[in-house]
């Protein structure tokens, strides 16, 4: 699901633990990734285009950096297609956006988990 990779990466920044980066970065990761789920349902439902693009444009680069790679290619496509105003196709992006994320959210939250 996440990335083993990128994930290395983040514990490369504090090799002992001692500041738990990986934990900060995934708990802060968890949290904003909850709330664009929610943003992004309620930016379809109502046709708000403008906010589906932001949501997907801030989870992109946050998702590549905690490895959720698909999770960041759903995003990448619903972007470009946004700002190339191609809303055909965006609604099947969105669903897999959606359901892509709440995979990663889940698995974050196994991660977290004591």
Do not use: Y
């Amino acid at each position: 699901m996440l990335d083993a990779a990128a994930l290395q990466r983040l514990q490369a920044l504090d090799p002992s633990g001692e500041n738990r980066v990986v934990e900060r970065v995934l708990r802060a990761f968890e949290g904003s990734l909850e709330r664009m789920l929610g943003q992004a349902s309620a930016a379809q439902a109502s046709g708000d285009h403008a906010t589906v693009r932001h949501v997907a444009h801030t989870l992109k680069s946050s998702s590549a950096s905690v490895g959720a790679l698909r999770l960041s290619q759903h995003c990448s496509e619903i972007e470009h297609r946004l700002r190339r105003d191609e809303s055909a196709g965006v609604e099947a992006s969105l669903h897999g956006l959606q359901s892509e994320g709440w995979r990663v959210l889940a698995a974050v939250r196994r991660m977290l988990a004591p």
